[in-house]
């Protein structure tokens, strides 16, 4: 679904990210964590094409990553969500639909809406919206083409508990349907429970791709580390 090769994004002589090759297989959930700085969202902003990457190659679906075909298979939930100021939230929803030429989206739509508490909100303006309600717009639009492939960057962020939970189900529920998730995060135990495998960038380099319990092996402590207590292992400084 997703494959990377040689990726390197320079700002002038600094590799923000340097030479990393990897690979998401259909239905597959990946955790991309890492310290501040690391090199996650600038990742992302390169696949998606938000960044123009020094160096690399990356294809999704078999398709080059900046083609329309590979457009057509993903969605992005960036860090800081993006709305349009003057749209309504249920505007938000017809003008994704008419992009993407999704037929009969109203029921989609409202079924996005009802999850995230938006249902109420459909007629507010997206600058008076909360950050937190900008976030859950965001999502909803993400979702509604039915992408083969997600990037969520930072998706828990400025969320409220039940958002989260929610968030973390409908994970499982994509999953389940065949889809494939890359999740970029702070939070750790965000995705320790959905995550098939883990990615930890350090300095820019990909330092640890694994399951969770192979990188707790691989870790020097070895067993009966936590998550949270292997990220911190594998990203000391030596």
């Known amino acids: 679904m997703l494959t990377v090769t040689d990726l390197t ?48 190659e990356i294809t999704i679906g078999g398709h080059d990553h900046l083609s329309v075909e590979a457009k057509k298979f993903f969605s992005y939930i960036p860090e800081t969500p993006y709305v ?7 505007e938000h929803m017809q003008f994704i639909a008419q992009a993407y030429g999704v037929r009969d989206w109203q029921p989609r739509a409202k079924e996005l809406l009802s999850l995230y508490e938006l ?3 459909e007629k507010k303006l997206g600058r008076d919206l909360s950050k937190g309600m900008r976030q859950k717009v965001s999502i909803c639009c993400a979702l509604l083409p039915d992408p083969q492939l997600l990037f969520f ?72 580390l936590s998550l949270e207590d292997l990220f911190l292992e594998l990203t000391k400084d030596e």
């Not at 002589?13 to 964590?33: C, P, R, T, W, Y």
């Not at 349009?84 to 249920?90: E, G, I, N, P, R």
């Open 9 to 56: 994004k320079k700002y002038g002589k600094q590799n923000a990210v340097d030479d990393i090759s990897f690979h998401l297989e259909g239905g597959e959930v990946v955790g991309l964590l890492g310290p501040n700085g690391a090199g996650k969202s600038t990742t992302m902003k390169c696949i998606v094409g938000l960044l123009r990457k020094s160096a690399g």
């Open 84 to 90: 349009y100021d003057l749209l309504t939230v249920w």
């Open 119 to 121: 249902d109420d909100k």
């Open 153 to 224: 960057d930072e998706p828990m962020i400025g969320l409220d508990p039940k958002a989260i939970k929610n968030t973390k189900i409908l994970f499982k529920k994509l999953k389940e349907q065949g889809k494939t998730i890359l999740v970029s995060t702070h939070l750790i135990d965000s995705v320790e429970s959905i995550a098939d495998r883990i990615m930890i960038m350090k300095d820019g380099r990909i330092i640890g791709n694994d399951t969770i319990e192979n990188l707790k092996t691989q870790a020097a402590s070895g067993q009966g």
